[in-house]
């Protein structure tokens, strides 16, 4: 049986500093759905000193994953929030995680 394969970039309506927005990237296959941001708040901000704190606060406050290389990513589950609220969160957690890594940034600046 052939697997299905489906991904999709959203845009909502954040933007991580001007003419910069929030993505988010949602694959399907088969019946999984992922939501991710990959990366892209990490990508953007930098890796300070401290980021990983940084990164585990925002996923304990935002019930978010964020991976050892920064993705802000969440599974979307039959029992859990629909897919629109799992695209939100996650656009949601990609910024915070942003602008916190900025704050440490301009901190040790």
Sequence with gaps: MAQ??????FDVSL??????PVRVRVTRRDD?????DDGAAVARAG?????????????D????NVSRSGAVSLPV?????GEA???????EASLALYQDLLEITDAAG
């Design 85 to 91: 609220e799992i695209v939100r969160r996650i656009a």
């Design 4 to 9: 299905r394969r489906d991904e999709r970039v």
């Design 61 to 64: 406050e935002m019930v978010v």
């Design 15 to 20: 933007q991580y500093r001007p003419l910069d």
């Design 32 to 36: 999984r759905v992922t939501v991710t």
């Design 77 to 81: 589950v039959r029992v859990g929030p």
């Design 47 to 59: 890796r300070p000193p401290g980021w990983h704190e940084v990164a585990d606060r925002v996923s």
